[in-house]
């Protein structure tokens, strides 16, 4: 298998394999304002509040905490496609050169990933982020009892 398409087949493992990661939602105790607006206008409301928190994070100084989820990223795509890499080297007769490519392309996924924000992201929210909307919440009626 020539070098290219190893390096296209472990840039493209590791980005499906990975971005496959969702978000948790806040979980909403069915109190009056619940029992009263309804879920699908509630679900507008965790979306009101999920944009604007959104905002508030992008806006408080979050630079070092980009730079740090930038740096994960790239460690965690390196890896991934180091392992990768060097299994399919392994099947075509060179895990060195495999493990190479493959570590090449998770890092050079990984940052790509941060810079797009569409890769490795954990399922668990930003504490400030995660406050943000459950203050929101609560400022809205409702009462967040938790994530999934």
Do not use: H
Not at 8 to 25: D, I, V
Not at 44 to 66: F, L, P, S
């Amino acid at each position: 298998m020539p070098r290219t398409a190893r390096a296209a087949l472990a840039l493209g493992w590791c980005a499906l394999s990975l971005s496959a990661c969702s978000t948790s939602k806040p979980t909403l105790y069915p109190n009056e304002q619940y029992q009263k607006v309804g879920a699908e206008q509630a679900d507008r409301d965790i979306a009101d509040c999920e944009a604007k928190a959104e905002q508030y994070v992008k806006t408080g100084g979050q630079g070092a905490q980009m730079a740090k989820e930038g740096a994960r990223n790239v460690g965690v795509g390196a890896t991934v496609g180091a392992a990768s890499g060097a299994v399919g080297g392994a099947i075509g007769g060179n895990p060195g050169e495999g493990a190479a490519v493959g570590a090449a392309s998770g890092a050079t996924a990984g940052l790509l990933g941060t810079m797009f924000g569409w890769m490795f992201r954990s399922s668990e929210p930003d504490p400030v982020y995660r406050n943000f909307v459950e203050t929101c919440l609560r400022d809205k009626g409702y009462n967040p009892i938790g994530w999934q």
